[in-house]
């Protein structure tokens, strides 16, 4: 058989390449996904939907086991159960350079994560050793309680005891306050050059009722406001950076490790601090090792020069190399439940306005063998949207509707209906999990070929690519990204309203349109999760994104490093950015 | 002399010029500017929002305004400032360049100690297994790309050595042993590539002068080997020697992007490899400048230097 014959031979060539390789590179794998990918559990497989009190506003990530992974690896391995040492620098390796420091400016990685060691938000995401465990996202306390709630639109929050900013020249340690948290919001609210102005919309009023109670009141109701509050994006950083014009280039905040000296392209290091209102780190302080190359990286973390290191292991067989020399490695897996990368189509083009032609795309893409030949067997078909919002526990494919399926004859009759029998479009691309979208496109154009579609690929550079993606001007097709949100109305609006910025598929249909906006006031989590349910299959019935199997993410420690652990519902706990939250329990075990 | 010196300049300054058009255009022909590179995957923004972000950094004015404006600060002395962490260009290209510098002369200096008496005896020695010996360790410089070199050399070191030199930089006054560590294997395997065709070049230049009348005068007077072949022959070849070496080391500026990135090293390769990424044009601009002025004055450099190996050569 055709199929048969060109995977024989794909997986004989990606293997004689990785031979020689040795291992050597490969290691860019899950930058993308580490940052992207969500995380779930593993566990019963019943498919079924939940009921509507097992998926709350708050914890919408909300995720019941995943789907049965292959044997071998684990999602969460034990701490030890020693007490805990202070003293040491943990060394990371990571692929992220200097910039600006501004939060409000960039949501790229290399600003997020320094901003989010040096600051801290006003509630949190869990984190740490537990969150990999996690069904669900949970808000958890961190500048503040958890806001009392008297209704949908006002939340009152009260002020931790004994914060205080970094003893660092212009804070000098000062007292925290509320009023900090309503001009760091309302900043991000209405600064020019703000990018996270989409998360206040809703807001009406914020106040500082004194100087440990903060007040916000929304506009109309949001089930979802809190969600984001406790992201990586809404870091509390002060006024005075900005009154003093230094906020680009200086971070003086209340979280637990201060920032000493970012060399560009050579390293950036913390100091703890000592007065952190949740205690004092056990590290003496943090050091990242600016390292582009992730054959280095892997090298590095080999030779044992870096406790952590950023995009080490791209799929399970690198996991296996790494072991082959490495044997005390710690690896965990993090199962996706929402697919990352899709076959993006222009909805513009009039070709792909015709639902037929989308379904036979669809149709056309054999998953499962994909998932073999690409993952071997780590990793999983679900569709863009995550499963975790309807059901309790990933459903079959079957239950992801008729065009989830490989049926090149069904494929072909489609395209005959449609007009479309010798289909050609183009692709353009960009090599986010080292080699995974070439192989994923290049395995799609042969399976393409078989149905008499000629789908050609160019893969481009990273910000060429960003560029087309995030402003919609892609001509034909792409292989884009979903930006992963924490809270519903990222999958059930932003992706699809037609007025969003979020809707890169360019997604234009009335009724998806009325149901995103219903869901987004519906307080009533029954009636709320109905309209999810409603969008998730009409989405898949008309084939708007064309969803590709997703890899499961797989993150390695040294065997001396404690305390910390990444892995969660819908990447809110990622490796690339969530090492603030937790870097205060963080512990070497080194000699 | 002095007069040939000042003439040379002046006519640089065209040349000048026109790089910095060519690469204040170019860089904005590219798709992508650095709005995008700081949203990359996260937040979402409506188009008037990303027109606020460029009016902001200034790089939706007009083609010529935006040039115009640049010209005017660089007359000044001014690179300006990078658009993606804010600090001034000129800053980061003197941190950076520290690094290139001294891995650049750590290379050269290898390539010649290893190229030019594997030219000399290349050439004396001329299809013997010696010779045979030396063209093939040139061919493979030539051959293998120096990132595999060095993916191998990183490799082979980590598996079956069992030891690594430390990722990063230390400069030369604060751990001159660390440098060293950090610097030789990138700069064997720089000086490598370099070698390779300066002794292919001393090769065949030394085998020409030694067919020459006066060598073999100097032969037929009883003079010895070594002194024939250093003397008169090694002196007589280097002028296209250094011709060469000259005009490899702006490829070698450029090629040391990579090496920098594997060996994490923050020269200027990975300064404007990172602005590339980042669409950071001022730093693109300012580093492309100053690779430009050091490429023209290494070809000066190379021209009086040929004046001081051949008394023949005199400018005026």
């Not at chain 1, 058989?1 to 291992?23: A, C, K, V």
């Not at chain 1, 999810?532 to 997703?550: C, E, G, M, N, T």
């Not at chain 2, 050269?108 to 030396?134: C, E, F, H, K, W």
Request: contains cysteine; aromatic residues 10%.
């Amino acid at each position: 058989m055709t199929t048969e014959n060109y995977w024989t031979r794909f997986q004989r060539n990606r293997l004689s390449r990785r031979r020689i390789l040795s291992g050597a590179a490969w290691g860019t794998a899950g930058i993308a996904t580490a940052a992207l990918v969500g995380c779930g559990d593993d566990g019963d497989d019943s498919g079924e939907p939940t009921s509507a009190s097992t998926t709350s506003t708050s914890s919408s990530g909300g995720a019941s086991p995943t789907a049965e992974q292959p044997k071998g690896y684990q999602t969460n391995f034990a701490e030890p159960s020693t007490q805990p040492k202070a003293g040491g620098t943990m060394r990371i390796a990571n692929d992220w350079d200097v910039s600006i420091l501004d939060p409000i400016k960039t949501a790229a990685g290399g600003t997020i994560v320094k901003c989010n060691i040096v600051y801290n938000r006003l509630i949190s995401l869990n984190t740490g050793v537990t969150a990999p465990d996690d069904k669900e996202i949970k808000l958890v306390s961190d500048l503040s309680g958890l806001p009392e709630q008297p209704d949908g639109q006002t939340f009152t929050f009260k002020i931790n005891p004994g914060i205080k900013w970094q003893n660092v020249a212009p804070l000098n340690g000062r007292a925290f306050k509320a009023e900090d948290v309503k001009y760091a919001y309302e900043r991000y609210a209405t600064a020019q050059g703000s990018v996270h102005t989409t998360y206040f919309r809703d807001i009406d009023k914020i106040e500082a009722i004194d100087d440990t109670t903060l007040k916000i009141t929304l506009k109309t109701p949001n089930p979802d406001f809190l969600i984001p509050l406790g992201t990586r994006y809404l870091t509390i950083f002060p006024r005075e950076l900005v009154d003093a014009g230094t906020i680009e280039t200086q971070a003086v905040g209340t979280g637990s490790m201060i920032l000493k000296e970012m060399a560009k392209s050579d390293h950036v290091t913390l100091a703890k601090n000592p007065d952190y209102f949740k205690g004092a780190a056990k590290l003496d302080g943090v050091e990242f090792r600016i390292q582009p190359d992730a054959a280095s990286r892997l090298a590095a973390f080999r030779a044992g020069q870096v406790d952590f290191s950023y995009g080490l292991l791209g799929n399970k067989r690198d996991a296996d190399n790494l072991l082959q020399t490495n044997k005390d490695v710690n690896i965990n897996i993090s199962p996706p439940f929402a697919a990352i990368f899709g076959l993006s189509l222009n909805l513009d083009d009039p070709r792909f306005q015709d639902e037929r032609v989308r379904q036979a795309l669809m149709l056309g893409m054999d998953r499962e063998t994909m998932v073999q030949i690409i993952y071997d067997g780590f990793g999983t078909t679900i569709p863009t949207i995550p499963w975790t919002y309807i059901y309790a526990s990933q459903p079959k494919p079957e239950q992801f509707g008729k065009w989830w399926k490989h049926d090149p004859a069904e494929a072909k009759k489609l395209l005959a209906a449609a007009g479309q029998e010798n289909l050609s479009f183009q692709v353009i691309y960009h090599e986010y999990t080292a080699s995974g979208n070439t192989q994923q496109l290049e395995i799609m154009s042969d399976l393409y070929k078989q149905i008499g579609i000629d789908m050609k690929v160019q893969r481009v550079p990273y910000t060429e690519f960003n560029s087309q993606w995030i402003q919609r001007t892609f001509p034909e097709a792409t292989d884009g990204w979903q930006a992963l949100g924490f809270e519903p109305n990222n999958y059930f609006y932003n992706h699809i309203h037609s007025t969003s910025p979020g809707n890169r598929w360019r997604i234009k249909d009335s009724e998806l349109d009325a149901w995103a906006e219903k869901q987004r006031s519906e307080l009533d989590k029954n009636a709320r999760k109905e309209i999810w349910k409603q969008i998730f299959d009409k989405v898949l019935d008309k084939a708007y994104r064309i969803d590709k199997p997703s890899g499961t993410g797989f993150t390695a420690y040294q065997p001396w490093l404690h305390g910390l652990r990444f892995g969660g519902p819908l990447g809110s706990n990622s490796s690339y950015y969530e090492w603030g939250q937790q870097m205060h329990q963080a512990w070497l075990d080194k000699a | 002399m002095t007069q040939y010196i000042v003439r040379r300049l002046l006519m640089a300054v065209p040349s000048m010029l026109l790089v910095s058009l060519i690469i204040f255009s170019l860089v904005r022909l590219v798709d992508g500017d650095v709005v995008m590179a700081r949203l990359a995957e996260g937040g979402y923004v409506t188009d008037d929002q990303l027109a606020a972000m460029r009016a902001e950094l200034g790089i939706d004015r007009p083609f010529v305004t935006q040039y115009l404006d640049y010209m005017v600060h660089l007359m000044r002395g001014d690179f300006g400032k990078s658009l993606w962490d804010s600090q001034p260009v000129w800053n980061q290209i003197v941190d950076h360049m520290e690094v290139s510098l001294q891995l650049a002369v750590m290379s050269i200096l290898l390539a010649i100690v290893i190229a030019i008496p594997l030219g000399i005896i290349s050439a004396i020695r001329a299809n013997t297994p010696l010779d045979y010996g030396a063209r093939l360790f040139a061919i493979l410089g030539l051959s293998l790309p120096d990132f595999w070199i060095a993916t191998m050399l990183i490799l082979g070191l980590t598996l079956w050595v069992g030891w690594l030199p430390e990722f990063g930089y230390w400069p030369i006054w604060e751990d001159p042993a660390k440098n060293l560590e950090a610097l030789i294997f990138p700069a064997l395997i720089v000086g490598y590539r370099f070698s390779a065709t300066t002794a292919r070049m001393t090769r065949s230049s030394v085998l020409e002068v030694l067919r020459e009348d006066y060598i073999r005068t100097a032969w037929s007077k009883g003079m010895r080997e070594r002194a024939v072949v250093l003397n008169h022959a090694l002196r007589n070849a280097l002028i296209p020697v250094i011709t060469i070496m000259g005009g490899q080391i702006g490829f070698l500026l450029g090629g040391l992007v990579v090496i920098e990135t594997i060996f994490s090293l923050p020269g200027m390769g990975r300064l404007m490899f990172n602005a590339i990424n980042q669409r950071d044009y001022p730093v693109i601009q300012g580093i492309t400048l100053v690779m430009a002025s050091i490429f023209i004055l290494v070809n000066l450099l190379v021209d009086l230097t040929y004046a001081v190996i051949d008394p023949r050569i005199r400018y005026s």
